[in-house]
């Protein structure tokens, strides 16, 4: 019992042991565990790294270096700083200094200048100041550009820096940037605030430059006036020739606006005596058209009335003929009956003659003069038959001719009529 309570406690010690050193390691991990920002760079030294140069060389640095984030530091082996990265200004003023043509200026200028983000600039800088202050590296740097300052004011003219401001900033830059460079530094910007001088140089500029450009802004005003001047006669003579152009663009627009109206309206009265005379055409061709059917119906009637007087005719004709013709005819049977009879009878009284002894010529005259009774009696019946035919036939032909010669003289009136009116009407 007693071993195993020996035994528990061991194994109680063991685990407080094992989770005292799990915490242990995990405090010293986390306190060991260094982060930094965007804009500083965490330099790690105590181990030893090589590092390659853009030429294609390498160096052995006994550092190495992290850019925004974090990196565990071993302890007792490596121990790490934290360097800024962010932009330093530097106001930068000059004491008078003498330009090339030995007038001394003072220069007033502000300068950004930060380090530069390739690691063998940040290496760099490191070496030369991670363990300066800001302000030590502000003064290191603006006696840099101070320097550079005054070498390129002694090579230009003070009309030129003050014209050429953008210029001489570029000069700056460009001058500056190897020293700076070798730093691990850049120069972001260069601004030239002010240039002054205690000779009022820049002032008997400025007013020669005032002198020169009231004289110019006379001689311009001047110049003005008299381009004004001639601006106006110029324009007041344009004004006069656009009034006369449109003067004239407007009588020329009123003399295509009548002209056009004249043959509008010209269109129209054409137009309108054409639809005039169409009308009246076409009324009198109607017009003719009616009397022509006018004419055409009497023509009709008149026909009817001769073709009724034809058959007026006709019928008298057969009425003549049922009555003369017939009744003639009657007679020259009743002619021949008659003469038949005598002949009847002269044969027969011949025969009695005869019969009492007379003699044969006295019986052949007898019968002779009996048939040229009879003969006389029938020519007469012929001739009066045909006396009254020819009167009849006469009759119908004048009463034809006569309708006719009546039915050609009414045709003659009516074309005489529609002739007449067809020529008044053109």
Same mark, same amino acid.
């Given at each position: &019992? ?7 406690? !061991?194994? *109680?010690? &063991? ?14 991990? #986390? ?11 965490? %330099?790690?030294? @105590? ?6 140069? /853009? ?43 003498? !330009?090339?043509? @030995?007038? /001394? ?18 290496? !760099?800088? #490191? ?59 850049? %120069? ?6 002010? %240039? ?33 001047? %001639?601006?106006?006669? $110029? ?42 005379? *169409? ?13 022509? $059917? =006018? ?11 001769? =073709? ?81 035919? @020819?009167?009849?036939? *006469? ?8 309708? $006719? ?22």
């Amino acid at each position: &019992m007693e071993i195993l309570n020996s035994m528990s406690s !061991t194994a *109680a010690y &063991m685990a407080g042991f094992i989770l005292l050193v799990i915490f242990l390691f995990v405090y010293i991990w #986390a306190s060991r565990y260094i982060k930094v920002g965007p804009n500083e760079v965490l %330099i790690i030294s @105590g181990r030893k790294r090589k590092v390659l140069h /853009p030429d294609g060389t390498s160096t052995v640095v006994g550092y190495r270096i992290v850019h925004g984030g974090g990196a565990f530091v071993i302890p007792v082996i490596e121990q790490a700083q934290i360097m800024s990265m962010e932009l330093i200004t530097l106001d930068i003023k000059t004491p008078p200094v003498i !330009t090339l043509h @030995g007038v /001394p200026v003072l220069v007033d200028g502000v300068a950004q200048i930060k380090v530069k983000s390739d690691e063998i600039s940040i290496g !760099t800088a #490191a070496e030369q100041f991670l363990s300066k202050t800001q302000n030590e590296i502000m003064k290191i740097a603006h006696q840099t550009l101070e320097g550079h300052l005054r070498a390129i004011l002694g090579t230009m003219t003070v009309e030129d820096i003050y014209k050429n401001r953008d210029e001489f900033a570029i000069k700056v830059q460009q001058v500056s940037a190897p020293d700076l460079s070798n730093m691990g530094l850049c %120069i972001v910007s260069f601004t030239l605030r002010d %240039i002054t001088d205690e000779n009022q140089y820049l002032e008997s500029l400025g007013k020669a430059r005032i002198a020169e450009i009231k004289k110019d802004a006379s001689i311009g005003e001047a110049n003005a006036q008299m381009v004004a001047t %001639i601006k106006a006669s $110029e324009a007041a003579r344009d004004g006069e020739i656009a009034k006369i152009e449109a003067k004239t663009r407007i009588a020329e627009k009123t003399r295509d606006y009548e002209m056009n109206q004249a043959e509008y309206q010209a269109s129209v009265n054409k137009k309108k005596a054409q639809t005039d005379l *169409a009308y009246d055409l076409e009324y009198n061709i109607k017009q003719q058209e009616v009397k022509r $059917e =006018e004419m055409n119906v009497q023509i009709v009637e008149k026909e009817k009335s001769i =073709e009724i007087q034809q058959k007026e005719v006709m019928r008298k004709q057969q009425e003549f003929e049922a009555t003369v013709i017939k009744a003639a005819e009657a007679e020259k049977q009743k002619i021949e009956m008659l003469a038949g009879a005598a002949k009847f009878k002269s044969l027969t009284e011949v025969e009695v003659e005869k019969a009492k002894g007379l003699t044969g010529a006295e019986v052949e005259k007898a019968k002779g003069l009996a048939e040229a009774d009879v003969s006389k009696a029938k020519g007469l019946t012929d001739i009066e038959i045909e006396k009254n035919r @020819g009167m009849t036939e *006469a009759q119908i032909i004048q009463a034809k001719g006569q309708s $006719e010669a009546e039915a050609m003289t009414v045709k003659a009136a009516a074309w005489q009529k529609y002739n007449d009116a067809a020529i008044i009407q053109m």
